[in-house]
Structures are given as structure tokens and as C-alpha cells.
């Protein structure tokens, strides 16, 4: 009786065995993962029914289940060739090219015809060049090289956690955060436990400035794997970096602007690797810097900022502010454009005029410059200043000195006539400041004639005139 059973199990095993490969050709690989099921459990000591099922597993990308079934095949039967091949395979899709390469060696032992074997080592071997190489770009800090390695070993080992964490890893190095989010979420979807994709899930917030956040997940890694040192540190970074920062916007808000720049410089040297943080801590240094008349500082601080993140508003418009007060107003034009173009706001559009005019007024000549006077001087200091040069150019005053000297001293007589006549004309002046060509307003500096202004200034003909008593002393006479 007990051969009659054992034979209809047996022979009913066969059966669900012929309609799982039935659903196999078909490629409906869940019916046939359902009936391989059936025959196991009629006959659990039969290989190639454990054979078939992970073949089935591996054509359903589950690769762990697949690779326990073509374990448990070949620990049945150790001479079961297509067992190890596909234990090999399995291998080989989680990430394990030497298990991989025992298994294919072990299939050569078995079949030394066949062309299988030595192609899928050549795979193995290729993972394992890939990983040596990834290993070397991480260490010399070239992350870009470590993801086209874990790209190209993903190819083949398209189901390893580890390669897919350490691309991610790498992605979020680059500021890829995006990218290296998709992939932890994937992973996480499937182990929601796994502590490399929650440490990378808090590296991408981390590095996004949102730090808070991110410590939830780092914590979260380290309480499903205490002794994960790379979430231990990045934890601990993230806990330092906020606290320093915040320490520096206090002694700002504080108006402590020595502190501020400090803290802020402290700060900056805790993690190299937070782009978007220490873009946002260059500019607040540069903030600062411009507040303690370091405006030299402040663009380099700010220019480091940009470099770390080109697409920060902020820092352009910082940086085009300091351009302005260094009256730098190419470059400051060049900034307030790229805001522009970023940003098309009204204020943005004015911030770019306002350069734009003070970039055409500095191309002409400065006649406050001329006259030594600043911007805001009064009508009485401004003629206060004329008398002062007009009488240190004027041409009478150095006639015997060399043509060249002549020349020079005539010229700025001029300059300073011709700076005299706009600034002490009220219409003048005021088309002047707001950057108005003066020749659109048919006045020609070109034909102009600084005697008359020295003359009309001083009180007309033979009122005025130089006579030398001595080399290089003068006395004035008025009449």
C-alpha cells in the first residue's frame, strides 16, 4: 500500500510538474510558480521539481526565493547540472560573482563542454573588476566614476541591494538627490527595513538642507543596525551643522557681526560634503562680511557659493550688491542679468536697470570726480570746489611750463569748466544724475569753451589775472 501511495504521489506530482511547464512555455509565470508548488509538496525530496520552480522565481525577478529553491535543488542532487547554473545565476543577479564563480566552476566539472559556464564567469569576473573599481573612485572622492561602474555591474547584477546603495550613496554625493531618492525608495519598498537605503534617504535630506527630517532617518538606520557607522556620523553632522548655524543667524540678529562671522566660518568646516547647506552658509559669511565693510570677502564668499550652487538666487543678488558698492558695475550688471533671466520679477527688473545706468554713468566722465565733491554736495560747495581748480588749471597759471605740462593743465581746466557748467545748472544736474546723455539734449560738450565759464564765474574781462613774481609763486589780483 505504502508503494501504491507513494507511486500516486509521485505520478500526481508528475502531473502538476507537466501543467507548471505548460504555463512556463506560456510565460503565465505565476500559474506555473503555483503548480512546481504543488508538486513539491507532493514529493518535497524531488531536485528538478526545486529546479523548475526557481526558474520560475528567477523569470519572476525573485531572486533570494530563486536561489534558496536551486539551493535546496542541488543539495538534493549535487550533480544536478541546470541546479548550479542557476544558483550561479542567482548568484550572480544579487550581487555575489565568487559564489557566483563556485557554482559555474562546479557546472564545468560537470560538463566541460559547455559554453554557458565560462560566459557567465567572464560575467562574474567583469562584477568583481567593477567593484574593485568603484572602490578606488570613492576613495579618491569620484563619485561619478563609482555610479557608471555600479551602472554597468546593475547590467548584470540587477537585483543587488548593496551595488544600488552605493550608486545611490554616490548620487546623493553629487547632488543628485532626486535620483538617489528613487533608488533608496525602491529598495525600501521591498525591505522596508534596510538601514543602508534609510541612511541614504537621510543623506538626501540631509544634503537638501532639510536636517530635521533627516535625522529621523539616520536614527531610524541606526536603531535597525546600532553599529552603521556612516549613520552614526552623518547624524552627528547634522546635530553640529544646525546647532552652528543657528548660533551664527542669532549673533547676526544680535547684531554681533564678529561672532556671526565665526560661527558661520566654524560651521563651514564640519561636513565638506553638505553642498546646499554650506552654499547657504557662504552667503550668510558674505552677509555679514558686507555689514563689516568686508566687500572683497563678501564676493569671494558669495562667488563660493555659487560655485557650490549656481542655481542660489541669493548669492547672485548678494554678490551684484557688493558689485555695486565696490562700483563694479559690469560685473554687477552680468549677476542682476542671470537673476533676471531666473527670476523675471519687477524688482528684479529694476535692481538690473539701476546697474545698467550705473554702469552707462560710469563710462562718462565723473564730474564729481572732477570737481572733488561727492554726490550729495551743495550748490555752495560745488562752486566752492570750481574756484579751487579752475584757478589750480587755468593755462595762465603755467605758462612757463613745458608744452606737455601745458597741455595736461589745459585739459583739466576744461574738464573742470566743462563740470562746473552741468552741475551748477539745477536741469543740468539732474539729467546728469539720472544718466541722461546731455548731448541728446543738444548740448554739445564738444564746442564748449572753458574761458567763458571762468570768466562769467570771476566777473568778466580784466578782472581777473595771473601774475608771476618768481618762479612757481603766484599772487591773484582781483579787479
Not at 377 to 406: F, G, N
Request: net charge neutral; hydrophobic share 35%; glycine share 6%.
Amino acid at each position: 500500500v505504502h508503494c501504491h501511495s507513494t507511486f500516486m504521489h509521485t505520478w500526481e506530482a508528475e502531473g502538476f510538474k507537466e501543467q507548471g511547464n505548460a504555463f512556463y512555455v506560456k510565460k503565465d509565470y505565476a500559474e506555473a510558480f503555483n503548480f512546481y508548488t504543488k508538486a513539491i509538496d507532493m514529493c518535497p525530496k524531488n531536485a528538478s521539481y526545486y529546479g523548475n520552480r526557481a526558474a520560475t522565481l528567477m523569470m519572476l525577478c525573485r531572486y533570494r526565493e530563486a536561489l534558496e529553491d536551486s539551493q535546496q535543488a542541488v543539495r538534493l542532487d549535487n550533480n544536478f547540472t541546470k541546479g548550479h547554473l542557476r544558483e550561479g545565476k542567482c548568484h550572480l543577479s544579487l550581487g555575489n560573482a565568487m559564489a557566483a564563480v563556485r557554482c559555474f566552476q562546479r557546472v564545468l566539472e560537470l560538463e566541460p563542454e559547455t559554453s554557458q559556464a565560462p560566459q557567465e564567469i567572464k560575467n562574474a569576473e567583469s562584477i568583481l573588476e567593477y567593484e574593485r573599481m568603484a572602490e578606488i573612485g570613492f576613495d579618491k572622492r569620484d563619485f561619478r566614476m563609482v555610479v557608471f561602474c555600479m551602472d554597468r555591474a546593475l547590467e548584470t547584477a540587477l537585483a543587488c541591494h548593496r551595488f544600488k546603495i552605493l550608486k545611490a550613496e554616490c548620487l546623493a554625493l553629487l547632488g543628485r538627490y532626486p535620483e538617489a531618492q528613487s533608488v533608496a525608495s525602491d529598495i525600501l519598498r521591498m525591505d522596508s527595513t534596510n538601514a543602508d537605503a534609510l541612511y541614504v534617504r537621510g543623506l538626501c535630506l540631509y544634503y537638501e538642507d532639510c536636517i530635521d527630517k533627516a535625522v529621523q532617518f539616520f536614527v531610524q538606520a541606526l536603531r535597525m543596525a546600532p553599529d552603521h557607522d556612516k549613520a552614526r556620523l552623518a547624524c552627528r553632522n547634522a546635530k553640529a551643522l544646525k546647532a552652528k548655524k543657528e548660533e551664527g543667524n542669532k549673533a547676526f540678529k544680535d547684531g554681533n557681526y564678529e561672532a556671526a562671522y565665526d560661527l558661520y566660518s566654524e560651521a563651514l568646516t564640519i561636513d565638506p560634503n553638505n553642498i546646499k547647506t554650506n552654499a547657504k552658509l557662504y552667503c550668510n559669511r558674505a552677509t555679514v562680511g558686507s555689514k563689516l565693510k568686508k566687500l572683497d570677502q563678501a564676493i569671494e564668499d558669495c562667488s563660493k557659493a555659487i560655485k557650490l550652487d549656481d542655481t542660489y538666487i541669493k548669492a547672485y543678488l548678494r554678490r551684484a550688491q557688493c558689485y555695486m558698492d565696490t562700483e563694479q558695475y559690469e560685473e554687477a550688471v552680468r549677476d542682476y542679468e542671470k537673476v533676471y533671466q531666473t527670476e523675471k520679477t519687477k524688482e528684479h527688473k529694476h535692481l538690473l536697470k539701476n546697474a545698467q545706468l550705473e554702469l552707462k554713468k560710469s563710462k562718462r566722465k565723473d564730474y564729481y570726480k572732477v570737481l572733488g565733491v561727492e554726490k550729495n554736495a551743495t550748490e555752495e560747495e560745488i562752486k566752492k570746489a570750481y574756484r579751487k581748480r579752475a584757478l589750480l588749471h587755468h593755462p595762465d597759471r603755467h605758462s612757463s611750463a613745458t608744452p606737455e605740462v601745458q597741455k595736461e593743465e589745459e585739459k583739466k581746466f576744461k574738464e573742470v569748466g566743462e563740470a562746473f557748467s552741468v552741475l551748477s545748472d539745477p536741469k543740468k544736474k539732474a539729467r546728469y544724475d539720472s544718466g541722461q546723455d546731455l548731448e541728446d539734449d543738444g548740448m554739445n560738450m564738444g564746442d564748449f569753451d572753458a574761458n567763458n565759464i571762468f570768466k562769467a564765474f570771476f566777473g568778466g574781462p580784466g578782472g581777473f589775472s595771473f601774475e608771476a613774481s618768481g618762479p612757481g609763486n603766484f599772487f591773484f589780483q582781483f579787479g
